[in-house]
């Protein structure tokens, strides 16, 4: 195991101060903390293609709608620590709220953002999430000018995230190499995510039904069967206890939905389980 010497930095005085005596690469990995083994596997890369890692924990509230779970967002920064040491950070960043934002947004709810166009947010997770991925350019740009990194490490299961963030660096030109790791899942195919933690033992175990959905759709893909819409419902009975929020096969250019299926599309799904009704998201490559 590659076991650094950690240092835990909150504020951002302290963190550029630091950042402008190091020599080489940064690699930012930005993460809202409860670190798991998917946070690890980018984290671990970070630190083997960087001469310096950078993880930042910061629960984002600009990118949290009114009435989501921005209060009850699990917050465990002593095992986040332990988690960021071992896969290999120098650094976590876990600035306050108030050390990220200025005076204006506590006041006024309001703060100069990064808006990307309307339509990369329209659908999908932009959909039922207004704001979101206002929030989330916004956050990670501050984090971009904060550390000046080399690379960043983001995760392919929020994967319009990933696409709205790329389009980001390039209309923004920053000077930046967006890395993009797989979906780490448990053994039987849920993907890892924190809000797995909110998860009942029922929800637990209905919750395997969205990968199941994800991977026999590649399966009859394989086999020949391309019309989108056939596809999709095969996906949608795998769901019949669900909140379904949107089933979709897109094109991974555009992130615009594609009515017949080639290599290289994705299919994604975001649903609410039948119990505690969480919402989780999970796609796949066909
Ligand atoms: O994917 C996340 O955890 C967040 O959206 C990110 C990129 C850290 C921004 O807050």
Redesign the pocket.
């Known amino acids: 195991m590659n076991m650094k010497n950690l240092k835990l930095i909150q504020n951002k005085a302290e963190l550029r101060a630091l950042l402008k005596e190091i020599k080489g690469d940064v690699g930012l990995v ?3 903390g409860a670190l798991h083994r998917g946070h690890q596997s980018l984290i671990e890369r970070a630190n083997s293609e960087n001469d310096f890692v950078v993880v ?1 924990v ?1 629960v ?1 509230p600009t ?1 949290f709608g009114p009435n989501e779970d921005y209060d009850k967002y699990p917050r465990t920064l002593e095992s986040d620590l332990k988690l960021a040491e071992s896969a290999g950070a120098d650094v976590v960043f876990a600035p306050s709220p108030k050390e990220m934002y200025t005076d204006i947004y506590f006041e006024e709810k309001e703060t100069t953002l990064v808006c990307p166009p309307y339509k990369y947010v329209n659908r999908l997770c932009g959909k039922t999430r207004a704001g979101h991925f206002d929030g ?1 350019c916004t ?2 740009s501050k984090l971009f000018n904060l550390t000046n990194p080399k690379r960043a490490y ?2 392919q299961k ?1 994967a319009q ?1 990933l696409f709205i963030i790329k389009k980001m660096v390039q209309e923004l030109d920053f000077d930046i190499e967006i890395v993009k790791c797989p979906i780490v899942r448990e053994t039987d195919g849920l993907a890892i995510s924190s809000r797995n933690t909110y998860l009942s033992e029922n929800d637990r175990k209905s919750a395997v039904n969205i990968s199941k959905a994800l991977f026999k759709v590649k399966e009859l893909k394989d086999k020949g069967i391309v019309e989108s819409s056939t596809l999709i419902d095969t996906a949608i009975a795998y769901l019949k206890d669900f909140e379904v929020d949107y089933v979709e096969i897109v094109s991974k250019n555009d992130f615009c939905s594609v009515a017949t299926v080639k290599n290289g599309d994705i299919i994604l799904i975001a649903a609410k389980t039948p119990e505690c009704k969480v919402r989780l998201i999970d796609n796949l490559e066909l």
């Open positions: 930005p993460t809202m930042s910061f984002n990118q989330v956050v990670v983001f995760g929020d995230q």
